[in-house]
């Protein structure tokens, strides 16, 4: 046991002083950093201050409703852009005319755009055209259309001689709001769509955490037991300790090296989430899950690595195997979106039961809504717990025999047979 | 008696045999070391030495047969008592000297307070105080060699296996090795020597066992073996007509370097004999007889003739 600690204990400090591994911590934090700058300076510069779009009001009635819409967007404090409406007017020119001259304003930046009303748009007939050379600003389009719509219903509604208090009263809409269910009554998580969003967003960014730092790690025990390998440190190695425990060392130091690692990660995203004020919708009971679920999805994955890395006398030749192993790991990944939507269907629940996949799968569905109950959860904890036993169990095996071996990779059948004997 | 003698070995195999696959590396392999001796196991490349090593440091486990350390059976425990350093080097090369050190003396059991003592001790022997605080790829294949031969040794074994202990290493750290090797066996301690090269071997080991293809091809005492496989050999350099040596009495061959000449005399037949013969024949400049030497032995029996 002590052999294992001081094998564990060489694996975690010198990985953890490698330039790689202090990059890869930085990285998380910085990409977190990067992403809130370049949103910041990108949402504040992209839009303008001020932006103008002419209206060719057709109808001549629709203008002055537009304007008061446009005033009331513009008195808010965080309205970006402010619009400024002008109105356009034939003065005796044909439509197209007018038409062709606001494109050519348009087109010099002159303004941002223009909406075209069609005359008899009130009769139900004609329609409206926006026309830009910037689309890219979709407010615009957006905000017109919205309020084209509701100029031109309280127009209709108005030539109906309607009192205006029922008109307000027909038009008022439905306040509607969305609220995700917590398991239990009383342990609702608040209203709005970002109460829904928010957590199942965290929840995601943690399964992208557990994946990234899995593979990772994964990979560095494929690394460092082909470096091994290669520069013939095994054989003084093994005269000390027995290959079992070497393998278990390894995984062992490389398995803190990935828990800090993560820590980090988690550390900084958290952080910056309550920066931004987002610290109320991190679900902080999935930090335990993650944790759990890091431990045996991560063993899981660097004893398979191990055992084919020691398989390997290359980086190369590891290569050849690494894909169809990358693609195992990866079919939850590719599998997310029909996860995510159905949680408690019937792939979803196969495939939380099948350990390479158990952590991702899980994680997805605790993070979705309806969530899977704790039973099912610990059950499949269980599950995962056994079958990195066995993995560990069989990538043993193949590792106390193909890390002597040179020359040939070894062939699958071969493989088999080291399995076997004893 | 036969547990005193059991106890007295530092190494023992009994019908030891690994195959892989279809090829028997080591085939009912037996053989004792004695504890404090200087043992040459040698044999030509691919004859099962490295297999045979592993094997006694439970690297591999033989198929067949008995194999005990220190007149036990082989344990964990045991395992940290020998001191391995396999003929391919390895060297974690981000590590520095002094950690290296460390963690294989660790690993083997030995505790930090005795290799606080030992490290120094050792870098100062091989002139290499400052470079303990150096990563190990900043230093040259030589350093690399000694710090190699260092780690097997910080923990002060009982049993020393070397494979190939010199290769790459220029005369003066040669020298430095060797001298290393003959205190630690005037400690008492066992060293097992593997190698192809014989002239070291004929200088360093008191019993030498040689295998080929597997098998046990001679063993014994060197200076036994020398004697009992050594030839009688005259080297002659001359002016003169050299042609008549072939039809002297007692000659069985004649080999021509160019310079001179090696006479190989048949068994029991008197190099004297050729010198007289030949005296009034040539004018002699040099005449020496020697016995053959161990290289000649081991590319007689390996079967491979002529030369390396």
Known sequence: ?422 | MAEASTNRDALRLEGVTKRFGAKVAVDGLSFRVPRGSVFGFIGPNGAGKTTTIRMALDILRPDEGQIAILGQPLSARLKDRIGYMPEERGLYKKMRVGDTLRYFGALKGASPRALAGCIPRWLERFDMRDWEGRRIEELSKGMQQKVQFVACVVHEPDLLILDEAFAGLDPINTAAVKDALLDLKREGRTIVFSTHVMEMAEKLCDEILMIDRGRKALEGPLEAILAQHGENIAVLEYEGDGSVIRAIPGVESVNDYGNYVEVKMADGADPQALLRALIDQARIRRFETRRSSLTEIFLRLAGRGGDE
């Open chain 1, 1 to 422: 046991m002590n052999k294992v600690w001081l094998v564990t204990r060489r694996e975690y400090l010198e990985n953890v002083k490698s330039k790689l591994f202090l990059f890869s911590l930085a990285l998380m934090p910085m990409a977190i950093g990067l992403m809130i700058v370049v949103s910041t300076l990108f949402i504040k510069r992209s839009a303008p201050r001020e932006a103008t779009v002419a209206i060719l009001d057709g109808s001549g009635q629709l203008f002055a409703a537009l304007e008061e819409q446009a005033a009331r967007h513009n008195a808010r404090p965080e309205a970006r852009p402010r619009w400024r409406l002008e109105e356009a007017k034939l003065e005796g020119r044909t439509w197209d005319e007018a038409e062709s001259d606001l494109a050519r304003r348009a087109r010099s930046r002159e303004i941002l755009g223009y909406l075209a009303i069609q005359p008899d748009v009130l009769d139900g007939k004609g329609g409206a055209l926006y026309a830009s050379s910037n689309l890219a600003l979709q407010e615009a389009p957006e905000s017109l259309g919205r309020w084209l719509n509701a100029a031109v219903m309280e127009a209709r509604l108005r030539r109906q001689n309607l009192d205006p208090h029922l008109a307000e009263a027909i038009r008022r809409p439905v306040a509607f709001e969305i609220e995700a269910l917590g398991r239990k009554s009383g342990e609702g998580k608040g209203k709005g769509v970002e109460a829904v969003v928010a957590p199942l967003f965290a929840s995601m960014a943690m399964v992208m955490l557990l994946f990234m730092g899995a593979i990772l790690v994964g990979q560095a025990c494929l690394n460092s037991v082909i470096d091994e390998k290669s520069s013939r440190i095994v054989e003084v190695v093994l005269a000390s300790v027995s290959p079992h425990q070497f393998m278990v060392g390894k995984i062992l130091g490389m398995g803190l090296m990935g828990l800090t690692l993560l820590a980090t990660w988690v550390a900084s995203a958290y952080g910056a989430a309550a920066w931004k004020g987002y610290a109320k919708y991190v679900p902080l009971e999935m930090l335990g899950y993650l944790l759990v679920f890091f431990v045996l999805g991560f063993l899981l994955c660097a004893a398979t690595f191990c055992a084919v890395g020691s398989m390997c006398n290359s980086l190369k030749e590891a290569q050849n195997l690494m894909g169809p192993l990358s693609l195992l790991f990866a079919v939850p990944l590719v599998l997310l979106t029909p996860i995510a939507r159905d949680p408690s269907g019937l792939l979803a629940r196969i495939m939380s039961f099948v350990p390479f996949w158990t952590p991702f799968v899980m994680m997805s569905r605790l993070a979705g809504s309806p969530r899977p109950s704790h039973w099912e959860a610990l059950l499949s904890i269980a599950v995962l717990a056994a079958g990195t036993a066995a993995v560990f169990w069989v990538a043993g095996r193949i590792f106390r025999v193909g890390i002597l071996m040179y020359g040939q990779p070894a062939r699958l059948r071969e493989v088999f047979r080291w399995i076997r004997q004893i």
